[in-house]
């Protein structure tokens, strides 16, 4: 789980950077500075720290920039890939680690995208927006979505904490995880001390203090996915993510209707919001209508 | 596989729904003359047939309409489950499939998501769109994310068949389920004779009547994802078909940053775009600055 959390971290970093590349033009010199002051406040982290250092980074043969030299080919040793395919046999949804996970195998078949870049086009539009302004709403956007990716994380080692009966103490994970591994962060510290409050809590998004950090950036990460996907940067961990709130806080999400079409072509039956009990209905039985 | 595109379809189906009475405030009578419309062009299928039935179905107990009864708590028998397994092991990402069994495992939560929806806030805003303006664009987007979700799901089908030395015919495949099953439509001909035309077409987006039905639909698909997202209607399988548009067509992605992350922690090694090579930099070094 620690790496799932991790590929997710990586891949909300690199949209993060897109945005800025992309919409934003910025320079590998201009992404140090960002990531370099975005490490001295929430994002705190050792993966934005590295960031910084990255983008600031010359290519001693060319004089450019390094990262602009290296190929957009991510590999993985196939950590992720256990998450998510554990998250799977426990029926958690983790969509934004999974998004990441689907992102580097997409990014592994370069060759194709090269041949497709040529044959597709983007259809998206121009986005105006002053520099500063999408600097900061892709700060808090990135915040936003890295705080619901941990929420999916955290849900997934409960379940499997109690589906195993492991006991784990989610508090305490947070804590070593802060000691020193890939994902330390300050926000591990909020993590603890949400579990330390509740050491119950059925999701991180239900701890008041982790509720009124997600409220006051959500607005950000609705507007950076809407101008993302006019422009036609792909985002595909920060829609995950955004997804997974608005699913996860919806009382009616519309699978009545999939259910019905269940019950339609497999018998499989359904429950009923006014009754308890199991139904079916002979859907094709054009008399009964 | 087959399963895996069925569950995407009705994963589609149901966001559309969801936009056409949350956004569109369209009641089932309506919903079911739409669906009845849509089931005579490009979307004729079983699903978007039986999905018209539904909507127009009343309930005899209560004289309202029986969907609107019904619990959004879909079951899933794990065969949409195995199609993400199949394509994790095989390295192929299929995100709106992905995205169609999280939808479910999430709409099994009910319990959860009702204390949650009193807690957490949508932040999200109004949107103002004409009805018939929006029915066209969910039309539209619809059509878009469905051949997006079939071309992850051939795109698994011909690794697999290269992987495992199956020798599958992709448009015989097509001809076979347009015969008779869940995901029986006039589109899969399309298919088949995308196939009949490359047999060893890399990807269905990249045969020229796929892609012409694409382009036309793609801005249709950017403007439903957007107006979702502002508005908090989750989407999360439309999203995932254009962010893997979005990922297919670029020749760049951001993940150079994430492989310059894994060598500097874990001197995994890069690739250069100048030169062929494996490369590995001293990151933390300083002085090599």
Redo the contacts between chains.
């Keep these: 789980v620690h790496n799932g959390i991790e590929y997710a971290d990586?891949?909300l970093?690199?949209?993060a950077?897109?945005i800025l590349?992309t919409i934003g033009k910025q320079k590998p010199n201009n992404l140090g500075s960002i990531f370099s002051e975005w490490n001295k406040g929430v994002l705190q982290s050792?993966?934005v720290e590295?960031?910084a250092?990255?983008f600031?980074?010359?290519d001693?043969e060319?004089g450019g920039f390094?990262?602009?030299?290296?190929?957009?080919?991510?590999?993985q040793k196939g950590t992720g890939?256990w998450t998510?395919?554990s998250a799977?046999d426990l029926?958690?949804?983790?969509?934004t680690i999974?998004?990441a996970?689907?992102?580097?195998?997409?990014?592994?078949i370069k060759d194709?995208?090269?041949?497709?870049?040529g044959?597709?086009?983007?259809?998206?539009e121009q986005v105006e927006i002053e520099t500063d302004s999408l600097i900061s709403l892709t700060h808090d956007a990135l915040y936003c979505a890295k705080i619901l990716s941990y929420a999916q994380g955290m849900a997934l080692l409960a379940k499997a904490s109690s589906e195993w009966h492991w006991s784990l103490r989610l508090g305490d994970i947070a804590a070593i995880w802060k000691g020193g591994c890939?994902i330390r962060a300050r926000f591990l510290e909020e993590i603890r001390r949400a579990y330390a409050d509740n050491p119950v809590l059925?999701?991180l998004?239900?701890a008041p203090a982790m509720?009124q950090e997600?409220?006051s950036k959500?607005?950000a990460l609705?507007e950076i996915?809407?101008l993302a996907?006019?422009s036609?940067?792909?985002?595909?961990a920060f829609?995950?993510a955004?997804?997974?709130?608005?699913?996860?806080?919806?009382?009616?999400?519309?699978?009545?209707?999939?259910?019905?079409?269940?019950d339609?072509?497999g018998a499989?039956t359904?429950?009923?919001?006014?009754k308890p009990g199991v139904f079916h209905?002979e859907?094709?039985n054009q008399e009964?209508?």
Aim: charged share 25%; hydrophobic share 35%; net charge positive.
């Design positions: 990586m891949q970093i690199a949209e950077y897109d590349r050792f993966l590295i960031t250092d990255i600031s980074r010359k001693p060319t390094l990262v602009d030299y290296i190929l957009d080919k991510a590999g890939r998510v395919e799977l029926g958690v949804a983790i969509p999974s998004a996970v689907d992102s580097r195998a997409l990014s592994s194709e995208r090269v041949e497709a870049s044959q597709l086009d983007s259809y998206g890939i059925k999701n998004l239900l509720r997600v409220s959500l607005r609705r996915v809407s996907t006019k036609g940067v792909p985002v595909p829609c995950a955004l997804s997974y709130y608005d699913q996860y806080r919806t009382k009616a999400l519309p699978l009545n209707l999939t259910q019905a079409q269940r339609y072509f499989h359904y429950e009923r919001i006014d209905t859907w094709s009964n209508q």
